[in-house]
């Protein structure tokens, strides 16, 4: 489904705010996550972040959180929209992160919504702010913050897929009438077929408890649940695996065409923190180099989740690396889900 955020001209990101995880060395602690630690070194990842014991995805979604409005030099009172992505489990049920985020900063009797659409929120998640604030002329600001906080009873963050997953979250104050890093469009759509590639069978209202003796140092990848669901039909899996990139590609031209730019126009790519490989089987289509991707900041940091986008977005502006005018393509999958969003600097 192709969505139209011009209708919400003039809405730009106006300061960003982190929190991350304690730094991890991926080399010094591989071997506790997994048998075969040199699989996992190949991957090219340096550091993870890796939150302490105690502290959750709603801490670390107020660190980032205050930091973008102190950033942005605005106060709570000033929100009137707060958007929370979460990528991993929630840290309760019958809950709303959105509206604990809320608590934490002190905004009060404001709108909240709470996305919990995979890898690709930080990405889609742009376009229902700008929609949500288009639809309500009388609302200025929002608040939008990405968090992934890994459950490592849940999952082995070295062995889902190929990526080390790591504990951050990003946050961005948006804001009416904000010419810099405009959000211009958002394109989605949803493959219904691959809904249940990463699903974990427990912890939910159909199994609640997890396996007696479960531990999730010996659970298997994603990989192993991707084989399970194509087994016997090998074109199937083929079609899969060629079909991540394209439906990329399929969908920043999409978000170029809603937006009414060309796409040779895209200056920027960035997408998940992958390895270098699948982050140029993303930009090289659309004639971006890799040096003009999240490829040299995937390696310090790790899979953060739908956290990835922004986070590169931020820390590449911070560092000059975007020059304004330029046009930048995020874009991500989720299970089941193709986003893209283009921001101009």
């Given at each position: 489904m192709a969505?139209?955020?011009n209708?919400?001209?003039?809405?730009?990101?106006?300061?960003?705010?982190?929190?991350?995880?304690?730094?991890?060395?991926?080399?010094?602690?591989?071997a506790d996550y997994v048998d075969d630690p040199d699989r996992v070194l190949k991957w090219g990842y340096r550091t993870f972040h890796r939150a302490a014991a105690g502290v959750t995805g709603t801490d670390l979604a107020r660190e980032a959180g205050q930091q973008a409005l102190d950033?942005?030099?605005?106060?709570?009172d000033a929100v009137d929209?707060?958007?929370?992505?979460?990528?991993?489990?929630?840290?309760?049920?019958?809950?709303?992160?959105?509206?604990?985020?809320?608590?934490?900063?002190?905004?009060?009797?404001?709108?909240?919504?709470?996305?919990?659409?995979?890898?690709?929120?930080?990405?889609g998640g742009l376009f229902y702010v700008a929609s949500t604030l288009a639809a309500r002329p009388e609302a200025d600001t929002a608040l939008f913050v990405v968090v992934n906080r890994v459950s490592?009873?849940?999952?082995?963050?070295?062995?889902?897929?190929?990526?080390?997953?790591?504990?951050?979250?990003?946050?961005v104050v948006v804001r009416r009438g904000h010419d810099a890093n405009r959000i211009?469009?958002?394109?989605?759509?949803?493959?219904?077929?691959?809904?249940?590639?990463?699903?974990?069978?427990?912890?939910?209202?159909?199994?609640?408890?997890?396996?007696?003796?479960?531990?999730?140092?010996?659970?298997?990848?994603a990989y192993d649940q991707v084989r399970e669901q194509f087994a016997g039909d090998p074109a199937k899996l083929r079609k899969f695996i060629g079909?991540?990139?394209?439906?990329?590609?399929?969908?920043?031209?999409?978000?170029?065409?809603?937006?009414?730019?060309?796409?040779?126009?895209?200056?920027?790519?960035?997408?998940?923190?992958?390895?270098s490989t699948s982050i140029a089987a993303v930009a090289t289509p659309l004639g971006v180099p890799l040096e003009r991707t999240n490829a040299a900041v995937a390696p310090?940091?790790?899979?953060?989740?739908?956290?990835?986008?922004?986070?590169?977005?931020?820390l590449q502006l911070e560092r000059g690396e975007l020059a304004a005018g330029e046009l930048v393509a995020l874009c991500g999958i989720s299970t089941g889900r193709w986003a893209a969003s283009l921001i101009r600097v």
């Open positions: 969505q139209d955020t209708a919400a001209t003039g809405f730009g990101i106006v300061s960003f705010g982190y929190a991350f995880g304690e730094d991890q060395d991926v080399a010094a602690v591989a950033r942005a030099g605005i106060t709570a929209l707060v958007v929370v992505a979460t990528t991993d489990m929630p840290e309760y049920s019958y809950w709303d992160a959105a509206s604990a985020l809320a608590r934490e900063l002190k905004i009060e009797r404001t709108q909240t919504l709470w996305l919990n659409e995979g890898c690709g929120a930080g990405v490592e009873f849940h999952r082995n963050r070295m062995n889902v897929i190929n990526t080390v997953l790591s504990d951050a979250a990003v946050a211009l469009a958002t394109e989605q759509f949803t493959d219904p077929e691959y809904s249940d590639l990463l699903r974990l069978d427990f912890g939910g209202a159909v199994q609640p408890l997890p396996p007696i003796g479960w531990d999730a140092t010996d659970a298997p990848s079909e991540r990139y394209t439906r990329l590609v399929e969908v920043i031209e999409g978000a170029a065409a809603r937006a009414g730019v060309d796409r040779r126009e895209i200056a920027h790519v960035i997408y998940l923190n992958d390895v310090g940091h790790g899979h953060m989740g739908g956290a990835d986008q922004l986070v590169s977005l931020g």
